[in-house]
């Protein structure tokens, strides 16, 4: 992929630390070396100068590597002199089938992705772990988190079964679509902003959170098929005879269809199959809870789950 100023870079290496070509004294005085293959560089930063100001190669050989290696290591230079990260907390919600029930839950197809800030107690560069070397090893309250920083090599499937052996998150930053000339202020600000670029290879916080909800999806739904019972409804509502809800909820919020908007209406069936797009008045029957409404509700709540009493 070619970015624009395809033969440019404006970081050099010198005493081991990232300098910007602003920063450095102008020619071959500038003491840096190339990030990727250490050679000498010569910096043109001379005001007079009219292309931009770039580093070049004191062999003026091209570098296919730098640019990539630049972006890699500005990263990982921002993520330790900040000592903390902007990552997204993943939420996994109640499967369909408990979301079929109660329409106050969200499907398990949809994630809630929230931003999340992590203050770290230490980072290591490029430190390896048995077979497994993150870019970065962080610290926070004795657990371990590894970022990877993607520039054009991404976690492969090998690695990914290095790290679900170990254990521990790890997070990877992608960064494959940046520009080549990126300073370290706006490389900064996307790794504050844009968690969209950020995901966990592996988190077992997410996925014991994941199975939670899973359990609780599945006790919900066991409630369900224990007390749901096959009623008739009539009329242009929809109405179940005898409603033993009717009278104490929906005569307060005045809707029709009553039974299709209860959180109690489970299915609606014609003669065992159905309905899908057939006459709205053909007599049909519903499973309902209607009966174990509050302990319905009593169970969603004790599982953590919002709703309104019935």
Known sequence: MRHEYDNLFQYGLKGGKLFHIDDVENGIKCGCECPECDEPLIAYNNPKNKRARHFQHHSLKDCAGVYETVIHLLAKEIIQEQGYLIVPDIDYVLSEYAWTYDTSVTQSSEKVTRAKRIQFDRIEMEKSVGAFRPDLKCSISGKTIYIEIAV??????????????????????????????????????????????????????????????????????????????????????????????????????????????????????????????????????VDCIGHVSKEYVNLLKTKGIYVKDI
């Open 152 to 285: 054009t090599h991404f976690i492969d499937k090998e690695k990914k079964e290095k790290i679900f052996r170990d254990g521990n998150p790890v997070l990877e930053i992608d960064l494959s679509g940046e520009k080549r000339i990126l300073s370290k202020s706006a490389l900064s600000t996307l790794l504050s902003t844009q968690i969209d670029k950020m995901k966990w290879i592996n988190n077992p916080k997410i996925w014991e959170r994941f199975l939670h909800k899973e359990s609780v999806a599945r006790e919900i739904k066991a409630f369900i098929s224990r007390n749901k019972r096959t009623l008739k409804v009539y009329g242009k509502n929809h109405n179940v005879y005898n409603c033993p809800i009717y009278k104490e909820y929906y005569d307060k919020i005045k809707v029709e269809d009553e039974c299709q908007r209860c959180r109690c209406f489970v299915t609606e069936w014609e003669g065992g199959s159905n309905l899908g797009d057939k006459p709205r008045y053909e007599p049909r029957t």
